[in-house]
């Protein structure tokens, strides 16, 4: 998860400078980690493919609220809409860019050039199921209210691998509280073997790292909801 960490360094070390900037994040963007019992995904097929041995896994959500006045109008008409340009703010906003100049930089040739990689490409795509994103992250599931994909290596290496991972970006309209709830869920484990013990594959720090800088990829990606 080489690609994860340089970008959470690089991004935790240039937004997070003030505290005010912090304190912004931590409050607007909640994490929960871990993730409860009854979450969906321990149940689903995805993850259950993904992860056979039921290896520990470093595991988190963080959660944005927005309330409808603040968002552009054609998104609470349709969720899959919504869930859409959520994904499409993931990938083409500020939140990733150092992480897909790196990736390019490291990875984009002719092998992976059919893949996604420019900002307008990831800023318009559909993201349908087998979509490849900067040789990095392949979307497994797409619902109208989530586009999960696959992480942790490259997609041309398919088979079990010591780096996995399940990150799924979701979006709801909750008409009861007027608010579009959106969401960025990480499961990362290895999927190689059988890892003994209950701990995921990040250090406390880096997980720390991790969080702060699903933090920041939720903030950026909402923008692109705004009016």
Known sequence: MGIFRLARKT????????????AYLASQNPVISPLPANDPIWSSRLFRRANPNGNPATQDVVIKRIPFDKVRPELLQNNNDLTLEFCRGVWS?????IQRQYAQFKYRGPETEHQLWDPEQLATATYDKGAVITDHFEVVEKTPTSITVRCGDSPRNQPLRPSDGLFQISAT?????????????SVLFSSEGKVAGNKG????VIQELHQWYARIWAETASWKLLK
């Open 93 to 97: 906003g500020w939140g990733f860019a």
């Open 11 to 22: 991004v935790f070390t240039g937004l997070l400078g003030t505290s005010t900037a912090a």
């Open 173 to 185: 309209i909750d008409k009861a509280h007027e608010e579009v709830e959106l969401r960025l869920k």
């Open 201 to 204: 594959p990040m250090s406390p």
